[in-house]
């Protein structure tokens, strides 16, 4: 996408949704767990640096957990925070919702019944007798053995729900919309790609959200006063790309892993012609350990819950890494993800799923660091229209409302 034809969509986009941008202070509402310690403090602390109205907070009472139930998301989350969401729009409009240090990460697929069990050991058994018979198998009856396999892992997958996995904070972007479906991802109709696609669900109620989460509430604290003082001074350093590939010499009918990693390429052009400095690797190892300095943008690809310690990051960096579950956990000492890790190396900003979500659903590099670096929008707003799925796996971690490239400064 060329910078001119991205600020031409941009700004029709900006003038065909009004309400879907320039997001304020005003419009900005805090949820933080009074069951959690540090929640509060850290969620009234995150209001008075940003001039958020008292009234714009709202308090749960739920597990500390990173993990929680479906039932325990819908009673104890959900419906208290669409309550006074509901409330807060009587008098104000609200836009963006912010999770804060304690407010589960992660929603759980439902525990099996005592049938369901047996039915899934049953197809399990079914699975290892097939495998047995695949060792002594004729050549024209393997194939027919392997998608019988096939068959009843696909019947597996569904009888164990884990498609009605999610992220909290992703659930919570639909949260005024009272009937949508949980088994899979929801198309977000505010992403650049899916214009002129019909949407299912109503584009004015899906809300920004964002986390200010981190492995500890000082590190949250951090990420707060980093992303106010860059606002300040406007962010410097160099953009990494971490590419598997040299760029196609087509961009046409990619899909996959291709269509991202081409989608680092894109990223890396338009940002040179944004006059930032970039470094593009396209090979297939990653940047080695300490080669990385003054690191103010990341994306790359792949390895797989294991940070590779490359980058200097400045202050007020931001960056994510496309694989699978880079946001399980952001408290547990042992992981070694890159959310986690980068968290704690100095980042102000990230993005990871919790679970699985395939590598289509992660937000389109190509989209978000050109028109993040643009300076017109904020880091939610950005998101927004570069991610493509809602009631997913994908998180947002950092201030929703930093601007580190806005063109006031």
């Known amino acids: 996408m060329s910078h001119i034809f991205r600020h031409i969509l941009l700004t029709c986009l900006v003038l065909s949704t009004p309400a879907a941008f320039a997001l304020t ?128 892992q696909n019947k597996i997958q569904a009888l164990k729900k884990s498609n009605t996995r999610a992220a909290v904070d992703s659930e919570l972007s639909l949260v005024l919309i009272p009937d949508y479906p949980l088994d ?27 986390r200010l989460d981190a492995p500890t509430p000082s590190i949250v604290r951090r990420i707060i006063n980093d992303s106010i003082a860059i606002e300040q001074t406007g962010l410097t350093g160099t953009a990494y790309f971490d590419a598997r590939w040299k760029r196609p010499d087509t961009l046409k009918q990619l899909s996959g892993y291709a269509l991202y990693d081409a989608s680092l390429h894109k990223a890396a052009q338009s940002l040179k012609e944004q006059k930032l400095p970039v470094i593009l690797d396209e090979q297939s190892n990653l940047f080695p ?26 202050k007020g960096a931001i960056g994510y890494h496309i694989a699978s579950g880079e946001c399980a956990t952001l408290k547990h000492s042992h992981f070694e993800g890159w959310c986690k890790k980068m968290l704690e190396k100095g980042v102000a900003a990230t993005i990871g799923p919790v679970y699985e979500p395939y590598v289509q659903a992660f937000p389109m590099p190509e989209i978000f660091f050109p028109v993040l670096h643009e300076g017109h929008l904020s880091l939610a707003e950005t998101y927004l229209i570069s991610l493509p799925y809602l009631s997913w796996q994908m998180v947002l971690i950092g201030d929703p409302l930093y601007r580190p490239f806005s063109r006031k400064n």
């Open 289 to 314: 350990v300490d080669s990385c300095f003054s690191a103010a943008l990341y994306c790359g690809w792949y390895s797989l819950s294991q940070y590779i310690d490359a980058f200097h990051w400045q």
């Open 184 to 210: 899979g991802w929801v198309p977000n109709p505010y992403f650049i790609g899916f214009q002129r696609k019909k949407s299912h669900i109503d584009k004015d109620n899906v809300l920004m959200v964002s």
């Open 25 to 152: 202070a005003d419009e900005t509402v805090v949820i933080a767990n009074r069951k959690a310690d540090h929640s509060l403090d850290l969620a009234e602390y995150y209001m008075q640096q940003r001039s958020i109205p008292k009234e714009n907070l709202i308090v749960i009472a739920t597990t500390w957990e990173e993990k929680c139930s479906r039932s325990v998301y819908t009673e104890e989350i959900e419906k208290p925070v669409a309550t006074a969401v509901k409330q807060l729009l009587q008098k104000k409009r609200v836009r963006c919702l912010v999770t804060v240090y304690g407010v589960p990460l992660k929603i759980d697929a439902p525990p099996l019944t005592t049938s369901e069990t047996q039915e899934l050991n049953l197809l399990e058994e079914k699975i290892d007798i097939i495998q047995d018979e695949l060792k002594t198998a004729q050549k024209q009856h393997k194939a027919a053995l392997q998608k019988e396999i096939s068959r009843i």
